[in-house]
């Protein structure tokens, strides 16, 4: 450890804010009900018929997540819960919207997409039950690496090309899977581990030029291994979102590890690099890059470009938006109106006000997790947090960016609020993985012994 | 469904969507207001990793309250990387050591993984035990054989760090 901290943040008042949490959770619940009852009412002029037992049924979900957390993380942060069951049910009401529109694929995604919410909330309650501890996580650093390198490379040899990019493992039976949302939580375990290992030698053993640390050329190897790596994703599954993903991941949790600007410097330097080399020899990525500089060119098929129907939609929703279930989301072409492109809808229905909403509770919800690593004691956890609500803020940044036009388009669902079972799923996940970081974290320190036998007890297992 | 109505609804959504982010912050507000920022004496360089130790607030189970008047209340880092580290003395025990879950968790190459601990007797004399470390425990000058009271303002000594206990 390295690092020399100059001030102790040390919060006061009570520990366990549960029933702020609680009431926060109501709130979130009352915000869905609403924007399904409106959504209903603009469509079909009358209240939607499932309505009362969508409200209970995500009250329910809801509730059971909250008593779980009472139980078994009763010092966790208060705000992660709730605002993660505001965008997960506004999802839904947006995806069940979209299913008004019969052109637009996959039909009736509302009930599916319903079932891997519950899904994803089990997994949630899972993780918060059996792993007690995080640090255990730490046990299983190496493990974790072969095991993330597994999910990103199984699309490439069980996975089927579907629009363009290989992400997706087809299991018979049960669908298709996305291997690499979870990956994403598996490899900021690997990295968490090996930046605590290493994270001295790569801060300490530096050359100083131009104002900056220069790192030690073999101590280079570790970031230009995880660049290769991001780029033959890039170059074999043609998935660009999660080659940007993987790689800035890595970089943010290295500078958060070794405090050194350099890193961050190297990491844009390269995977500039590594993008306007990918985007000139790879016709998909190229394409993507294409689309995005010219965005009001005719497409290959003759009709507008995708990008240029999001700008439209933006457009036609101007500040105030035309009011859930009236927009024209319908012209959206295309495969993904439900997933990739749900922002656009947010942004045609609730317009740039609403959209800002939304952006605010995913900005929220990262500060949570940053203000867990700050939190957090040990250094495993710190990085582990730093390194799971850094993935979800550039998730966040890559899919929004995409489709407000400020980075060329990738392949990426938005959390929570997207179609796509894996992505609901996993983050579910990775948001019980950071709530338990944020248990121990906040948890204040046990009562002292209370007679010598058990202390004496403690001395021989220390 | 009229125009008014559908209108009405449509603003009522965005206003409540703005209200829950709203009160969201107000939840978090204690981030900002409800902390205690201490500043360390050295700063050597910016850090974005601050180490936060929580302040022990815990009911004080019947022994360890048994404060006296003029005993210390607050155990200080005076020396070494973690300079400026305060820890409330609340009756609990406090370990020392390189070992993550450390009530004071050492950067300090000459510190053991778990190298001492600082506990108060029954009186609520405070008593620093050193955990057969391999470079031991410093009271003022003399190395650590047994549990030692530590008097008011004597410097513990654990490899380069300096700790006190402070009223």
């Known amino acids: 450890m390295s690092s020399t901290a100059n001030t102790t943040v040390a919060s006061v008042g009570t520990p366990s804010r549960r029933n702020t949490e609680l009431v926060m959770l109501g709130f979130a619940v009352l915000v869905t009900v609403l924007a399904y009852a409106n959504t209903g009412l603009a469509l079909d002029g009358t209240l939607p018929a499932g309505m009362v037992a969508y409200g209970l049924g995500l009250a329910g979900i809801a509730g059971a997540a909250h008593l779980v957390v009472r139980r078994w993380a009763p010092y966790a942060d208060p705000l992660m819960l709730p605002l993660c069951t505001l965008l997960n049910g506004l999802g839904l009401v947006l995806i069940w919207r979209l299913d008004h529109e019969p052109r637009l694929q996959p039909a009736n995604a509302a009930p599916s997409q319903l079932m891997w919410s519950a899904l994803g909330v089990a997994l949630f309650l899972g993780v918060l039950i059996f792993l007690r501890d995080h640090r255990v996580l730490q046990r299983y650093t190496y493990i974790s690496m072969v095991v993330a390198f597994v999910l990103l490379l199984l699309p490439l040899f069980f996975g089927a090309d579907t629009n363009g990019a290989r992400i997706w493992v087809r299991i018979p039976g049960v669908g298709t899977l996305q291997p690499g949302e979870f990956a994403k939580i598996v490899i900021a375990v690997f990295f968490a581990g090996y930046l605590m290992v290493k994270r001295d030698a790569l801060a300490l053993a530096s050359r ?138 947010v942004g045609e229905e609730l317009g740039l006000v609403g959209l800002m909403a939304v952006l605010l509770v995913y900005a929220l919800l990262i500060q949570r997790g940053l203000r867990t690593a700050l939190a957090a004691r040990d250094p495993f956890g710190k990085l582990l947090a730093v390194g799971l609500s850094g993935v979800f803020a550039l998730q966040v940044f890559v899919v929004a960016g995409g489709v407000t036009g400020l980075i060329p388009l990738t392949g990426m669902t938005m959390p929570f609020m997207a179609q796509g079972g894996s992505s609901v799923i996993a983050n579910w996940a990775l948001i019980a993985i950071l709530l338990r970081i944020s248990d121990t974290a906040r948890r204040p320190a046990p009562v002292p012994a209370s007679s010598t036998d058990a202390e004496q007890t403690q001395v021989v297992r220390a | ?49 601050q180490r936060a130790q929580p302040q022990r607030r815990q009911q004080q189970s019947g022994r360890g309250n048994r404060q006296r008047r003029g005993a210390p209340t607050k155990l200080v880092v005076t020396e070494g990387s973690l300079t400026g580290t305060t820890v409330a003395l609340q009756g609990q025990t406090i370990t020392l050591g390189r070992a993550h879950d450390s009530t004071i968790v050492l950067d300090d190459d000459y510190a053991s993984g778990r190298h001492a601990r600082i506990y108060p007797d029954q009186d609520g004399q405070w008593i620093v035990e050193d955990l057969g470390s391999t470079n031991g425990t410093y009271l003022d000058r003399s190395r650590l054989t047994t549990a030692m009271p530590i008097p008011p303002g004597a410097p513990v000594r654990i490899g380069k760090t300096v700790i006190e206990l402070r009223k």
Request: glycine share 12%; no cysteine; charged share 15%.
């Open chain 1, 208 to 345: 100083r030029f131009l104002g900056m640390y220069l790192p030690r050329g073999r101590d280079l190897g570790p970031i230009l291994v995880v660049w290769a790596v991001s780029l033959m994703i890039l170059v074999l599954e043609t998935d660009l979102g999660m080659s940007l993903l993987f790689f800035g991941m890595f970089v943010v949790m290295l500078y958060v590890a070794t405090e050194r600007t350099s890193w961050i410097v190297f990491g844009l330097l390269l995977s500039v690099g590594g993008a306007v080399f990918v985007a000139s020899f790879n016709y998909h990525v190229g394409q993507r890059v294409h689309n995005w500089l010219n965005p009001l060119e005719l497409g290959s098929n003759g009709g507008v470009t995708e990008t240029a129907q999001a700008m439209y939609a933006f457009g036609s929703g101007g500040l105030l938006g035309s009011g859930l279930g009236e927009g024209y989301s319908r012209l959206i072409g295309g495969i993904a109106t439900k997933s990739d492109y749900i922002l656009a809808t």
């Open chain 2, 1 to 49: 469904m009229s125009e008014l109505t559908l209108t009405v609804m449509r603003l009522g959504f965005l206003a409540v969507l703005w209200l829950f982010v709203i009160v969201a912050v107000q939840v978090i507000r204690s981030d900002l207001f409800g902390t205690r920022v201490t500043q360390r004496a050295t700063a050597r360089r910016g850090a974005p990793e």
